[in-house]
């Protein structure tokens, strides 16, 4: 049995800045697990930039982003270990470990990060009919073919999905040689950013088909095209519309799961919204010492909120690992009311809390020109404004433990329509 | 010359294999894809029926309860997944509940062992995920769940052990009557045999056609299904059908071998034997139906939908003859269900039909055992220690859904049916069998393939010809044409 | 001439709507936009737009067959699919260290391709 003051699950983005974050505050004994054959995660397929403005105060491409954190990881002479897998977590935290190199490995953790990260959707989740040909590849399994091992997944594209690595790879795709000829997106406006949308697709002319989906999948051994058709309001295609579109390839970014078959082993409670876990203002799930961050949290629109909430959690760990439990003060329930998805995190206990506390939220539809309205109980603690909100864009909101001891023992966050 | 040429390896042609493999016979097993198991046999309900269906006389009478017994001792020799966890026909009203008794006297009649007809409170006992409006049931312990791909892959493996010989990608496009011997064509390749078995699946009226004057028209019907997450794995303790009606036998449900759960058929005369796929009014069908058997299922949790062809025939019974007078040409025809539960009576069946022509020797050693690929993830603690320390691959976890590891996707690879597919590995060693159905494994399956089959990552297929997975980028690319880029 | 032009300086993406006028004090009229940086974007987006490629080169002798790379600052929007043809002559061997020039001046843009990340060299 191996002893580690705290064991981090997943050498990405989160994995990293919680690692380097609990270091930082003292902890010599550390470990990071990663799966796959470098650090850095996710990022690593990522070469387009927009990472770091928040953090950084610049613009970086995801490999540069991620070899600033290894560098400092590595700088730090923090243990990791590559290509092992964990196989289990208990709730006492001992871990299994296995790998080529070390064989199987029994683990003992006083605290533990989950930092997993998420997977896409699969076109099984989404259950579009028809065949089941080659050339229908996840946005990131074709993003990885691409970026990293030099293939092509083939050159005439669809993309269903209008999400940030949807667009990201139809501009990939045009640069590598191929045509892409259409985004089709179920929702009537695009789950990603706006520049991805200029950037990604207009400068290259490619349609973005708001309100459709793709209806049919066609081809027996190699897949021949799709069959896309406008939806109604209740998301029914329309069948009047339907077209079809010849293509070899069908790229889905149909979304990402928040990865928590561990956490689910571990007897970690879930949110079902999130996909993640449910977590207090340390970032610590419903298993004392046990800690959540980054996508497989939930899932983050940018990188920079991922260092920045996984750092919190470095932090918190940290804290669990050196100081004794303290006791007393109110435990405060976060609710997500009309127009707010989900908020994180799910409960806030006051005496844990410095001065303020950064919740992160999503909202459900896009909106212009609202309040964000907080609230403790019924009494207001603070009024924003808000100019545009989007389900794709994650919003973060700083709040002052005393506003929040002021109140009850909720705390909302809702939409509230029509200006002041 | 070989003595016998089997036509098609799916299970049927596989068990007939395996089965003739314990004579001293040459043989030869004839498949036109590149993997055995590519037809039915991979798409199909995965279930050994107890026998209480067939009309008493019929073939698939006799044969499905007899079948079903002999696969306890079957599944041991060969490794393969299978469990007798019973089946429920369910009733909701007292009309329903007559169908039972007749299901259960003509269960007695085929010799389905143990039939009992049950209350709804033990219904409900044994299946408190069930639809309260349960009147009663039909129990049929002896109903089992099998891995059917796992068992032809396995069957062809065992008998290439005991001396068959497999030829992948030989499709039968003629055959011709010699003097006393057939000769079996694709296209300018041919090979010889004194005896024919067509165990071709929906093409066997092709088959049959190329030698006899049809007599047989195989029109598939097409079967949709759809797979959920082991999370749903539980839902059900046994198989569930529902009491057929005059509006169809109504969708089934049941925890696969591997833990998923999985609900279906559709059921859909087509015109076409070329498979179509799923469609969007099968998947609605099945929302609609599977309500019926619990009201609150988690669609959500689905992992995959497919289809599968059966080999219907107008007499709805198995075909299973010599045509001709001493033609050594055996046609097994018409294989729609229960033909996996009734595999292992069917090949008997043929033995029996091939002895009665030529009077078969039985060799003095066959060897009945076929050792599984070693799941890494089943093992104890110790045991995966040592497998480790022996092949340092075991510890190499590729699959992170189902915590498959390189070892033993290189076992399924370097088999004596290895795979050679992407496809043909999930069906051996199971990787992208789980949620995200490969997203992260497949392209270090596909390494994998490359490396241990030494061809290059654009040969690598999904599964048949003609599904290739990946192109050369376009500097590289001499195809690559500049149109509409 | 009118155009219309999304404007990416902040996640709001204004429909900015641009007119060249043919004569008077100011080149364009400018509408939609809902602050300075949307007239800003919209004229260099009119006169000279301009982006950030971020592509990969082929490289030999490490773990991965492509590195990443991009322009060390903008060029020419017009000028994206020639770059990309000067980055698909090269190749690259292992090791590599971030920031590495992989084309001086591309194109005589003025700027740099430079590696996006390290790449190490396979150990033998």
């Known amino acids: ?420 | 010359m070989f003595d016998i040429a089997i036509i098609g390896a799916g299970i049927i042609g596989t068990m007939i294999s395996r089965e003739l493999s314990k004579y001293k016979l040459d043989i030869i097993l004839l498949e036109k894809d590149n993997d055995v198991a590519n037809g039915a046999t991979k798409a199909n309900s995965a279930i050994i029926h107890a026998g209480y269906d067939a009309l008493p006389n019929t073939i698939k009478a006799k044969t499905n309860a007899e079948g079903n017994a002999m696969f306890d001792q079957l599944c041991v020799d060969l490794s393969v997944p299978f469990s007798r966890i019973g089946s429920l026909v369910v009733a909701k009203c007292e009309e329903e509940k007559k169908v039972l008794t007749e299901l259960y006297e003509r269960g007695k009649k085929n010799g389905v062992p143990n039939l009992k007809i049950l209350e709804k409170e033990e219904v409900l006992q044994m299946e408190p995920s069930l639809t309260n409006k349960v009147a009663g049931a039909l129990f049929a312990p002896s109903a089992g769940i099998i891995g059917p791909w796992e068992l032809a892959i396995a069957l062809a493996e065992n008998a290439i052990e005991n001396g068959v010989e497999l030829k992948l990608n030989y499709e039968v496009k003629n055959i011709t009557k010699e003097k006393d011997y057939y000769k079996i064509y694709c296209d300018e390749d041919y090979l010889e045999a004194k005896y024919v078995i067509n165990c071709a699946g929906i093409y066997a009226d092709k088959i049959n056609n190329m030698i006899n004057s049809p007599y047989f028209e195989i029109m598939p019907d097409t079967g949709e299904y759809q797979l959920y997450d082991k999370s749903v794995g539980k839902l059900f303790n046994s198989i569930i059908f529902q009491c057929p009606t005059d509006k169809g036998k109504g969708v089934l449900a049941l925890s696969t071998v591997h833990g998923n759960f999985m609900i279906g058929p559709t059921s859909e005369r087509v015109k076409s034997k070329e498979n179509k796929g799923t469609t969007r009014r099968g998947k609605d069908f099945l929302k609609e139906n599977i309500r019926d058997l619990c009201e609150e299922f988690p669609y959500s949790k689905i992992i995959t939908a497919f289809t599968g062809l059966r080999a219907k025939v107008i007499s709805e019974d198995f075909i299973i003859e010599e045509t001709g007078n001493s033609s050594g040409f055996i046609n097994v025809a018409g294989i729609d269900s229960p033909g996996l539960s009734a595999s292992p009576a069917i090949a008997k069946m043929v033995v029996n039909i091939l002895n009665n022509i030529a009077s078969l020797e039985k060799k003095e050693k066959f060897n009945e055992k076929r050792k599984a690929i070693t799941q890494f993830i089943t093992l104890s603690d110790d045991e995966k220690s040592e497998l480790i320390k022996k092949d340092k691959r075991y510890g190499k976890i590729i699959c992170r859904c189902e915590n498959i590891t390189e070892g033993e996707i290189v076992d399924s690879i370097k088999r004596s049916v290895g795979a050679t597919t992407v496809d043909g590995v999930k069906r051996r060693a199971r990787p992208g069998s789980g949620r995200c159905q490969g997203g992260f494994c497949s392209p270090r399956v596909m390494e994998i393939l490359t490396r241990e089959l030494n061809v290059g990552m654009y040969e690598i297929l999904k599964s048949n010809k003609g599904s290739y997975n990946l192109i050369k980028r376009k500097v590289e690319n001499e195809n690559w044409s500049g149109e509409n880029v | ?124």
């Open chain 1, 1 to 420: 049995m191996y002893n580690y003051d705290i064991v981090v699950v997943g050498g990405g983005p989160a994995g990293l800045a919680a690692a380097i974050e609990a270091r930082k505050n003292g902890v010599r004994n550390i470990l990071v697990v990663e799966r796959d054959r470098e650090l850095g995660g996710i990022l690593n397929q990522c070469i387009h930039n927009g990472f770091g403005l928040h953090i950084f105060k610049e613009e970086l491409t995801g490999p540069e982003y991620a070899e600033r954190f290894i560098d400092e990881f590595h700088r730090l002479e923090i243990e990791y270990k590559l290509d092992t897998m964990v196989l289990n977590i208990t709730e006492d935290k001992t871990m299994k470990l296995v790998s080529s190199e070390y064989g199987l490995m029994h683990v003992k953790a006083k605290a533990i990060i989950l930092a997993m990260g998420c997977r896409e959707r699969t076109r099984g989740a989404i259950n579009i009919p028809g065949t089941r040909p080659a050339g229908i590849f996840s946005a990131g399994t074709a993003q990885r073919f691409v970026n990293m091992e030099g293939y092509m997944p083939g050159k005439k594209v669809v993309i269903l999905g209008s999400g940030d690595i949807g667009l990201i790879m139809a501009r990939t795709m045009v640069w590598e040689g191929a045509k892409v000829s259409a985004v089709v997106e179920l929702m009537p406006y695009s789950g990603g950013l706006t520049r991805n949308i200029v950037q990604c697709l207009e400068d290259f002319d490619i349609p973005l088909l708001l309100n459709h989906t793709i209806i049919n999948i066609k081809g027996d051994e190699r897949l021949e095209g799709v069959t896309v058709a406008e939806v109604d309001s209740s998301k029914k295609a329309i069948k009047s519309t339907e077209k079809f579109f010849e293509c070899d390839t069908l790229l889905l970014s149909v979304g990402l799961i928040p990865e928590n078959e561990l956490s689910i082993n571990a007897g970690i409670e879930l949110d079902r919204k999130t996909g993640g876990a449910v977590v207090n203002e340390s970032m610590e799930t419903s298993v004392a010492g046990i800690f959540a961050c980054g996508n497989v949290l939930h899932v983050h629109d940018l990188v920079d909120w991922v260092t920045e909430e996984s750092r919190k959690t470095g932090k918190s760990a940290a804290k669990y690992v050196y100081e004794q439990p303290s006791e007393g003060g109110r435990t405060i329930e976060t609710i997500a009311e009309e127009g707010i998805s989900y908020i994180v995190p799910h409960e806030i206990r006051t005496k844990k809390v410095e001065d303020k506390i950064d919740i992160y939220l999503r909202v459900d539809n896009i909106y212009e020109d609202v309040i964000l309205l907080i609230k403790t109980d019924s009494k207001i603690i603070k009024r924003i404004k808000k100019k545009h909100l989007a389900p794709g864009e994650m919003e973060s909101v700083s709040i002052s433990i005393e506003d929040i001891i002021s109140g009850g023992a909720k705390l909302t966050v809702e939409i509230e329509k029509g200006g002041q």
């Open chain 3, 1 to 124: 001439m009118r155009q219309t032009i999304t404007c990416i300086a902040c996640p709001l993406g204004c429909r900015v709507e641009v007119e060249e006028k043919s004569q008077g004090e100011k080149k364009y009229l400018i509408s939609g936009h809902k602050c300075i940086r949307g007239e800003k974007y919209a004229i260099e987006e009119i006169t000279n737009p301009t982006r950030v490629l971020t592509y990969t080169v082929k490289i030999r002798n490490a773990n991965l067959s492509r590195l990443p790379i991009k322009t060390d600052g903008v060029i020419a929007k017009g000028l994206l699919f020639s770059c990309i043809e000067e980055i698909d002559k090269i190749e690259l061997q292992a090791p590599i260290r971030i920031g590495d020039v992989i084309i001086e001046n591309v194109l005589n843009t003025g700027v740099d391709i430079v590696a996006s990340r390290s790449m190490n060299a396979i150990k033998i």
